[in-house]
């Protein structure tokens, strides 16, 4: 059953970044802790989709260094990556509605990309994976 909702929002939860002071440290604890499977690059959680439970969905945990620069401008301690579908139209129903924008749609591997800030100035990340359509 596919989705035929294509209305730009936010659909999920896409991941999870937070500065630790030893990234590698916060994941062995978190590993040894709490069971968390844990790469160099932090985990993947997975889960089915509502509408489609073919469809395997992913969110990222992830311990930055702290002051990495990837949560520039912002000045906190974490960045969400919210899960979004249509993010061309979401892009431009943000820009109308005066929201800072902080860089083009980057089009990966593993999706399209872009940055904003909300209100707070929190840097936020979009993220429409490559599986949706």
Do not use: C
């Amino acid at each position: 059953m596919e989705n035929s909702d294509k209305t730009p929002k936010v659909t999920g939860i896409g991941g999870i970044f937070f500065f630790s002071d030893d990234p590698k440290e916060t994941r062995d604890w978190y590993a040894k802790n709490l069971g968390i499977d844990t790469t160099e690059w932090g985990a993947t959680f997975e889960s089915r989709n509502n509408n489609d439970p073919d469809i395997i969905e992913s969110m990222q945990w992830s311990p930055f260094k702290t002051g990495s620069s990837y949560f520039s401008p912002s000045k906190k301690e974490f960045m969400i990556n919210y899960r979004v579908q249509n993010i061309e139209g979401l892009v431009k129903n943000l820009r109308e509605n005066g929201v800072t924008v902080l860089d083009e749609i980057e089009d990966s591997d593993y999706g399209k990309f872009v940055h904003i800030l909300d209100a707070d100035d929190n840097k936020i990340e979009l993220w429409e994976p490559s599986d949706i359509k």
